[in-house]
């Protein structure tokens, strides 16, 4: 299995490049599967009825949102855990603390070891597009298969080992605060 990559040569209005032809690469997503799809997969992977697996797969839900909602980081079952956090300017003196710091609420996914490891393992195949849309070339990675690592600000990390710094672009820091 592969993830697919499109990248298309678009004229730069912005930035550094403007005036521009840059190729530029986005996944090329999939259609979302539909909840009944999943349930029925789950079932039969399971060996429980359908209607057992519905009826589990929205109490775990609600569980999660529930819980998440108080503060929790909550486990997702093989994946990771997710929790809520905030993007807030910081203050220097208390009397300045006010609910208009915030300026966003987050949801963070923290992926397991495990999932870092198979995504790092996961060829990437770009296939690129001219301005006019004719494909111009096939190319599959042979890169390290670096991974974002969100509880490492800004950081990836290396088929799930040693921290590097991110090549260029902005940081997103997944972590609460300023």
Not at 84 to 99: D, I, T
Not at 138 to 155: F, K, L, Y
């Amino acid at each position: 299995m592969a993830l697919k990559v499109k990248a298309k040569e678009q004229y730069q209005n912005i930035g550094k490049y403007a005036g521009m032809y840059r190729y530029v690469m986005v996944p090329e997503l999939y259609t979302a599967l539909a909840q009944d799809k999943v349930i029925k997969e789950a079932a039969l992977r399971s060996g429980v009825s359908k209607g057992v697996m519905q009826a589990c797969w929205d109490a775990a839900g609600e569980v999660i949102k529930a819980w998440a909602t108080e503060g929790h980081s909550v486990a997702l079952p093989g994946l990771g855990t997710m929790r809520f956090g905030l993007r807030a300017k910081s203050v220097e003196k208390v009397e300045e603390v006010k609910a208009g710091l915030i300026s966003s609420r987050r949801i963070i996914f923290t992926p397991t070891s495990e999932l870092k490891e198979e995504l790092a393992k996961t060829a990437v195949q770009i296939t690129c597009y001219d301005r006019d849309g004719k494909e111009v070339k096939r190319v599959t990675s042979t890169d390290e298969g670096n991974v974002e690592d969100p509880e490492n600000e800004g950081g990836s990390t290396q088929n799930g080992g040693s921290t590097t710094p991110p090549d260029d672009g902005p940081v997103n820091q997944p972590t609460d605060g300023d």
